[in-house]
């Protein structure tokens, strides 16, 4: 059964880069889609971006100038780097696989990591 | 402003039915890209409760159900439950931002 678990800083300061990893058990990382998506307190989810494991991405376009995703195979983990961020980047942070039959929907979710930015 | 359209909130009382619309235009739900629901019970990671318009994942009661027509789609919950209680948000992909969005969420409350 796959499992997904977001790690990294729970404060950083603002201007710097946000930097999360969500490490992949109970199956390989290769042969999917994986994505990132953050969900600021009280408000609703936002997509992020995706890597595909050919090696393309896709990013928010309102987050593109700021965020890369990568995937480290060896590692089974996939990351996230935010940079110059704000207040308006705090959010609960989460990682979830891509299915893609019948569209392209989330499944499964990490528990998801809280990020505040904050000086 | 979500570029699907949800209402903020619904409720009903056990055992009666809701529902639950998600909106859209012509660069997304209009042009046939699937819609797909998620249930967030308070404090958990959301888990998807329907895929592909129709298609409920192992595991999800058949008291959820989902529909869609043109620009818009529809959650259905029967028999409501207390448990039931959650956002629910509809997701889907948009050509002209060319990439992957969200509704604004919708809170259910079971009264």
């Known amino acids: 059964q796959l499992q997904l678990q977001e790690s990294g800083p729970g404060l950083v300061k603002p201007s710097e880069t946000l930097s999360l990893t969500c490490t992949v058990s109970?199956?390989?990382?290769?042969?999917?889609?994986w994505t990132w998506i953050r969900q600021p307190p009280g408000k609703g989810l936002e997509w992020i971006g995706y890597f595909y494991y050919s090696g393309n991405t896709n990013y928010n376009p309102s987050l593109k100038s700021r965020v890369t995703i990568s995937i480290d195979t060896s590692k089974n983990q996939l990351s996230l780097k935010l940079t110059s961020v704000t207040a308006a980047d705090t959010a609960i942070y989460y990682c979830a696989r891509v299915v893609d039959t019948e569209g392209y929907y989330y499944r499964p979710w990490g528990q998801g990591t809280l990020v505040t930015v904050s000086s | 402003q979500s570029v699907l359209t949800q209402p903020p909130s619904v409720s009903g009382a056990p055992g009666q039915r809701v529902t639950i619309s998600c909106t859209g235009s012509s660069s997304n739900l209009g042009t046939g890209y699937d819609v797909h629901w998620y249930q967030q019970l308070p404090g958990t990671a959301p888990k998807v409760l329907i895929y592909g318009n129709t298609n409920r994942p192992s595991g999800v009661p058949d008291r959820f159900s989902g529909s869609k027509s043109g620009t818009s789609a529809s959650l259905a919950i029967t028999g409501l439950q207390a448990e039931d209680e959650a956002d629910y948000y509809c997701?889907?992909?948009?050509?002209?931002?060319?990439?992957?969005?969200f509704g604004g969420g919708t809170k259910l409350t079971v009264l």
């Open positions: 109970g199956g390989s990382i290769s042969y999917y889609y």
């Open positions: 997701q889907s992909y948009d050509s002209s931002l060319s990439g992957w969005v």
